[in-house]
């Protein structure tokens, strides 16, 4: 049977008593998608599952995306992505710790990413975590005048174009002209009513975000420093210590998140360090609400 509690963090809920790979029904997606709604992200505990079943469980989400950087893309399996420590390509630095920066997945596409899926198959004995900030509780706590001022912006977005702290790692590199031209300016609002639930919060406010509409390059960066520091305050954010068979899911237009640290690449796919997870992500809404 299934159940959803509360992570008892800033966000998330965790769920268990499901095996997806025959127990998913129209009833389960229905309480999870009101669940992800409700908490930003889930955790779907002690799945066994191959990358097929896994894809099948990711289209009920929406049309499955292929990241604009397709040399990051599986082998057999183009919408997915090993992301992780233990593959040629993770000896790349700027491949291996990309993601250790805030960021809001395809906030840089005009057609956004709504849900991102994390499957962990091989986890660190320490380390590790994924970081999600919720950016409804965010935009709820602005004070109101800065809450009305923000209602009424867009921002321009370009993948990895925004500034970024210190302990933060330059975004993955966009390596060819072909990446480049795919990876058009857009523009976003920087509140984000939700399409399902109908709930406002901050959108995109680090990683792709480089010009506000309205504002100078200097007013930009610093408006955008100040509700980043805003919504990625502790009191905000769940860090999720993956055991392996978890499959984090959560809801991109709800939420911003991070690799809480940098890694070194793992000397053996078995090595202690050794981090492999599977991502997969989607947009528009889930199949459950087209029917």
């Not at 210190?166 to 509140?191: F, G, M, S, Y």
């Not at 959108?203 to 960066?221: C, D, K, L, R, W």
Request: charged content about 25%; overall charge negative.
């Amino acid at each position: 049977m299934i159940n959803i509690q509360t992570t008892g963090g800033a966000c998330g809920a965790v769920v268990s008593g499901i095996d997806l790979s025959k127990d998913l029904t129209d009833d389960i997606m229905s309480d999870l998608t009101k669940a992800l709604y409700d908490h930003r992200c889930l955790i779907i505990k002690n799945q066994e599952i191959t990358k097929d079943t896994y894809y099948q469980f990711a289209k009920q989400w929406g049309d499955l995306i292929r990241h604009v950087l397709d040399y990051l893309r599986m082998p057999g399996y183009p919408e997915m992505m090993a992301i992780g420590n233990t593959e040629e390509k993770d000896k790349d630095d700027a491949v291996r710790n990309g993601a250790a920066v805030w960021h809001t997945d395809g906030s840089y596409i005009e057609d956004p990413t709504t849900v991102t899926m994390l499957h962990a198959i091989k986890i660190p004995k320490t380390g590790g975590e994924t970081l999600i900030a919720d950016m409804v509780q965010a935009y709820e706590s602005l004070e109101p005048s800065l809450k009305s001022k923000v209602d009424t912006l867009t921002a321009k977005h370009y993948y990895g174009r925004a500034q970024f702290d210190e302990d933060e790692h330059e975004p993955v590199p966009i390596r060819t002209k072909q990446q480049a031209e795919t990876n058009e300016i857009c523009e976003k609002p920087l509140v984000l009513k939700h399409p399902v639930s109908g709930h406002k919060a901050l959108y995109a406010v680090a990683h792709s975000p480089f010009q506000i509409n309205g504002m100078t390059e200097e007013e930009t960066q610093g408006f955008l420093a100040q509700l980043k520091s805003h919504a990625t305050q502790p009191r905000f954010v769940y860090a999720h210590r993956y055991e392996v068979g978890d499959i984090l899911i959560f809801d991109t237009l709800s939420t911003m998140h991070r690799a809480k640290e940098q890694m070194d690449a793992a000397e053996t796919p078995e090595a202690d360090n050794a981090r492999l997870l599977w991502r997969l992500s989607t947009k528009g809404s889930p199949l459950i609400y087209r029917k």
